[in-house]
């Protein structure tokens, strides 16, 4: 039997701290519709949070996609910012560049990358300097 | 199946069917979404329900009751004790000590009294013997309030584990009470009975069926509003007011939203109040949001026990009183010694029953959801009699609603006919 799913589209808006979070809370309850283990759909919103704030603070927003299967949830980030220069750094525990009034924020702690990677089973960067970047995000589900 | 059992769940909020207008109003507050307008009645999903009582405090025709007990319960048992909220003293406008209270709950049929407040105090000494094991990462949740403990096993599974398995200062103070009771009048336990003056429905509920104990120490709940009338014409006939307040500062603050943290004393915390609110504070720590967060204190009514939906007196107002009944008193230190404090069983995840059992099924559900969302107005008028067009989708695709309860979709349709009709007018007449 071929596999049912589900696919969701979500435009995350330039600069606004405030509507930071309404993507991946949106699917945080798709998911518990759908029934999904409870630590699968914490792992998704954390990363796709993660992600969403990253995509506000550095990148002038952007869209997410996300598709949902029996067996995995694939979250794709695609925007048009800056790039990333090294990514091996970025990847680094405590590594920002996220400016003093982000900081302020609370945020910009340099966990953003690193939590991603902990909580999703795959997660490819695609990113070229001037273009954008493309994070792409794979959590399993293995109770299914 | 989890949401077949919580189809038998007891519940203490219920709607008076000949007194409901259909008008939404219950609805569109319901935290969890559990309320439905079908053929001009609010209909309770059960499972969903966690007897918040938003609905009670709402309802502008006063449908949503709560089933609880009353003053004949008493008659069953050979003494009977009052076990008196932290809250309940701030109802009384020319009230300025504790004690008169008391002493008037002894002329209006209660044998004995005893504060709810002293069993708080040994719920905090036992807090901060847990707080201080921190035996998990991340911050404890307080189990103080039934309605939100009720909420995180219905919605957030992953935050149980934080939630502090103790008893709440009612079932404490009713095992201090029943055993002061037996030493003083030598009766058998079951002779006794304590009965808890509620500002709440989930008190009710947390009495009749509890969810992490075996069986609850309190033989009865009556709502604080029951008992106002009669108090406070028994108050006028107080003559000598006795000595009965044995409570400290630390005990009646939990009256409050940050009560219970400030007797606890701790700096990094969360005092979070309001149903609403409290969803909210729950989505962000399970998103991990919240960095550095020892303790929250998480309250289901504004402004805490003061705010609840069976209290007479608005809660600011009752507040202020507590402050100013309290501020000559100790600290306040009970001691519960041989008490059972801590929950019997686990709660139990009790999530609301998925689209459907099968993932594939359920995600062809979700798909046809989302294409009926987007044909929907998304205005979330309520009209239809669910909470929002993404629940009036799902109601849908679960099979409890029709497309064509949308008035806007109806209006369309509508549209089209009359097109239609006026086309076939115009052949005719050919």
């Known amino acids: 039997m071929a596999n049912s ?68 949830i694939r979250m794709v980030h695609t925007d048009k910012g800056p790039g990333i220069k090294d990514i091996g750094q970025a990847m680094q525990k405590g590594f920002s560049t996220a400016n003093e009034e982000v900081r302020q924020l609370g945020f910009g702690a340099g966990m953003g990358l690193p939590n991603m990677q902990r909580y999703t089973d795959e997660m ?21 | 199946m989890a949401s077949e059992k919580r189809e038998l769940l007891y519940h203490s909020v219920c709607l008076e069917e000949g007194d409901c207008k259909g008008c939404t109003t219950c609805m569109r507050y319901c935290p969890t979404q559990a309320i439905r307008v079908q053929n001009g009645k609010a209909k309770i999903i059960r499972e969903k329900c966690i007897d918040c009582g938003e609905c009670v405090r709402r309802c502008p025709y006063h449908a949503k009751r709560v089933v609880s007990d009353n003053f004949y319960t008493l008659k069953s048992f050979k003494h009977n004790i009052a076990l008196v909220a932290p809250a309940f003293c701030g109802q009384f406008s020319k009230v300025t000590n504790i004690d008169l209270i008391l002493t008037g709950l002894k002329k209006i049929g209660f044998d004995d009294v ?66 002061e009771a037996m030493e003083k009048t030598g009766l058998e336990d079951d002779e006794i009975g304590v009965f808890f003056i509620s500002p709440c429905p989930a008190k009710v509920t947390a009495v009749k069926q509890p969810l992490a104990l075996d069986k609850s120490s309190v033989s009865g709940v009556i709502p604080v509003k029951d008992v106002y009338m009669k108090l406070v014409h028994a108050l006028k006939s107080v003559d000598k007011i006795e000595k009965l307040s044995v409570s400290g500062k630390d005990g009646i603050r939990w009256a409050r939203s940050g009560g219970e943290t400030e007797a606890l004393g701790i700096k ?30 998480a309250l289901a009514c504004t402004s805490g026990c003061t705010g609840g939906p069976l209290n007479v007196e608005n809660e600011f107002v009752a507040n202020s009183r507590i402050r100013n009944l309290t501020e000559h008193l100790e600290k306040g230190e009970a001691k519960g010694e041989n008490l059972s404090l801590m929950w019997d069983k686990k709660v139990e995840y009790e999530p609301f029953s998925p689209l459907d059992t099968d993932i594939n099924k359920a995600l062809t559900k979700m798909q046809q959801l989302e294409e009926i969302y987007a044909r929907l107005p998304q205005l979330d008028c309520g009209s239809c009699g669910s909470p929002s067009c993404r629940d009036f989708a799902e109601d849908i695709v679960r099979g409890k609603a029709q497309e064509r309860d949308c008035i806007f979709r109806l209006r369309e ?18």
């Open chain 2, 114 to 179: 005893f504060e709810v407040a002293r069993g708080a105090e040994v719920i905090t000494a036992k807090t901060k013997e847990i707080l201080a094991e921190k035996n998990h990462e991340g911050p404890y949740i307080s189990s103080a309030c039934p309605a939100v403990v009720r909420l995180i096993a219905v919605k957030f599974p992953s935050l149980s584990d934080m939630v502090i398995p103790l008893t709440s200062p009612m079932e404490a103070a009713a095992q201090m009470a029943r055993r």
């Open chain 2, 268 to 297: 990094n915390y969360i005092a979070v109040d309001g149903i609403h609110n409290v969803i909210k504070m729950l989505e962000e720590l399970e998103d991990e949001k919240l960095n550095n967060i020892e303790f929250i204190e």
């Open chain 1, 5 to 72: 799913s589900v696919k969701l589209h979500y435009e995350v808006a330039d600069n606004d701290f405030t509507v930071a979070g309404e993507a991946s809370g949106a699917v945080k309850k798709v998911l518990r519709q759908l029934g999904f283990p409870s630590d699968v759909i914490r792992r998704v919103a954390v990363s796709m949070y993660e992600c969403e704030i990253n995509m506000v603070i550095h990148a002038n927003g952007g869209h997410i996609d996300v598709e949902i299967t029996p067996d995995k």
């Open chain 2, 413 to 430: 349709k509508i549209e089209v006919l009359a097109k239609e009709i006026e086309e076939l007018g115009k052949m005719i007449k050919e």
């Open chain 1, 124 to 144: 490819k960067i695609t990113t070229e300097i001037g273009k954008g970047t493309v994070v792409d995000m794979t959590v399993y589900v293995n109770k299914f």
